[in-house]
């Protein structure tokens, strides 16, 4: 089996002639000024590591310098110099004459700093060109996988790229400027939210929206609703408030997800928007209600086995061109790493986690991850999720800002009562099992399983309490002797045609038992 290729040692002049980038005397000044200065090896300990040198023995007498300052022991010639005679490459460096010599060429540690992050972008150029020059070989060798091959390129330009997001330390003035005017845009707003709205009421009073640079995990078993769920909201958002939204769906096909947006959109059963066997009367009203979806800000990719990488060049291309404030992931175990060296699935599904969390920093937007979780809930009692119930890696519950479950108890207890006799048809809870910066608990949604619809729980009741009081009102205006004689061939228990329940409301809620989603 082939060795990989190790992006981190110095590499010998390409074949072109030219040598890589490199500065000796500035890395020698810099080792100088290390020995020198107390303060200076913290000054650039954030910027290099003993790879960035591009002689090797300036590589090891800076290890030993980093070996030193981790264990908080002085940093000078001497101790230097005993440090290399431990490690037992002193005579390997030159010996104590020349860590002598390196401390003699330094008049000054002033600019320190500055030259170590001349040493840090030449070390970061030849990680480039070396890594290039690998797959400029595989390339012209044709037995190499070509997608395999743009997957280990994503992953080293994504890890090179990743030692360049650090930022500086910021005073706290300017923050709290920032703060203020957020509070300020906020008091301004008609809504009283300083983030994204939902359309869910409940759910924007407690998050106060969603957030810029959170994570949100949304997580729950098959069959409650996730994807139903985020394009719900994705409708709202990109429809209803004109909020520009992508959706990255791993699982399904963009024209499969658009039929379920039309059927959420016009309210037609799943079935028929499949079959096409639609009436006139249902045919005008899916013309009429698309009239709003055309030029929605609402953007889909269908990507299989989305990379972090992809991921990455796409939304930033997306935020830049589009104007896209939040990211919709369906769903986060679908996607992988490929291309980064990692042990284990686990070790995949957190790096993904991770970088998740970092680009909703970098882009400054909201990113919602749907996610699986294991089987254990089939097995207890009690059937609501906890977060230990995350698939595959407890990294998503620490890298998320905010953790919410889906969980529809009419599809486990199979009947329309739960054990308090609260009716449950339809009742579908979005637990906020996390929040970092907010209160936790239940948030109540109806979800409208022939139409795979969430809406407000009291978006639905009133509808059809709107419906009885018109009902009613057409009824006393009709209640004369013409009406009367006109009703007598009826029947005049149920003279509009509703299906009612025991209850006397108009059949519209999903019935005992009914769950899932209907395509």
């Not at 640079?213 to 609703?225: F, T």
Request: proline fraction near 5%.
């Amino acid at each position: 089996m082939p060795q990989k290729p190790d992006y981190n040692r110095p590499p010998v002049p390409t074949p072109t002639g030219k040598l890589p980038p490199s500065d000796t005397e500035l890395e020698e000044v810099v080792l100088g000024a290390c020995m020198l200065e107390k303060d200076a090896y913290m000054n650039v300990c954030d910027i290099l590591v003993p790879e960035s040198f591009y002689e090797p023995r300036n590589q090891k007498i800076y290890q030993a310098i980093s070996t030193l300052g981790f264990n908080q022991r002085p940093i000078d010639m001497l101790t230097v110099t005993e440090q290399l005679r431990q490690d037992g490459v002193l005579e390997e460096v030159g010996g104590a004459v020349r860590v002598t010599e390196l401390t003699s060429r330094v008049y000054s540690a002033a600019n320190v700093e500055y030259h170590a992050r001349i040493i840090a972008q030449k070390y970061l150029a030849r990680r480039l060109i070396s890594y290039a020059a690998t797959i400029e070989t595989k390339a012209f060798d044709e037995s190499n996988d070509v997608a395999d091959l743009l997957q280990e390129a994503e992953g080293q330009l994504f890890d090179i790229s990743q030692t360049q997001l650090k930022r500086e330390v910021t005073q706290i003035d300017p923050v709290i400027n920032l703060a203020l005017e957020q509070i300020q845009t906020a008091a301004n707003n008609e809504t009283g939210l300083s983030g994204l709205q939902t359309g869910y009421t409940d759910l924007d009073r407690m998050t106060s929206g969603w957030q810029n640079s959170d994570l949100i995990i949304i997580a729950a078993r098959p069959a409650m609703g996730k994807t139903a769920f985020v394009l719900s909201m994705a409708k709202n958002m990109a429809v209803d408030f004109s909020i520009p939204i992508a959706i990255f769906t791993l699982e399904m096909a963009n024209v499969q997800l658009v039929k379920r947006l039309l059927s959420n959109v016009a309210e037609l059963e799943g079935e028929k928007i499949k079959s096409g066997q639609l009436s006139p009367d249902e045919w005008d009203r899916l013309n009429e209600r698309l009239r709003n979806v055309y030029s929605a800000p609402l953007y889909l990719d269908e990507t299989p086995g989305l990379s972090i990488t992809e991921l990455r060049t796409k939304a930033r291309r997306l935020v830049r061109e589009k104007g896209v404030q939040m990211i919709m992931i369906d769903y986060l175990q679908l996607m992988n790493a490929t291309g980064l060296k990692l042990g284990s699935r686990e070790q995949e599904v957190s790096t993904i986690s991770r970088s998740l969390k970092a680009l909703a920093k970098e882009l400054n937007i909201p990113i919602i991850a749907l996610s699986q979780l294991n089987r254990s809930t089939e097995t207890r009692e009690d059937k609501r999720p906890v977060l230990s119930d995350l698939r595959e890696s407890g990294a998503i519950e620490q890298d998320a800002d905010i953790v919410c479950f889906i969980h529809r108890p009419e599809y486990y207890t199979k009947s329309s009562e739960d054990a308090e006799g609260n009716d449950i048809r339809g009742l579908a809870q979005l637990i906020v099992a996390k929040h970092r910066s907010g209160a936790v608990g239940d948030v109540k949604l109806r979800f409208v399983n022939k139409y795979a619809k969430f809406e407000n729980w009291n978006e639905g009741y009133d509808a059809v309490q709107e419906s009885l009081a018109q009902t009613s009102m057409k009824l006393g205006s009709k209640m004369n002797s013409e009406y009367s004689g006109a009703m007598s061939g009826e029947d005049s228990s149920n003279p509009f045609g509703f299906g009612v329940s025991g209850g006397g409301m108009p059949d519209i809620m999903p019935g005992p038992g009914d769950s899932g989603v209907p395509f």
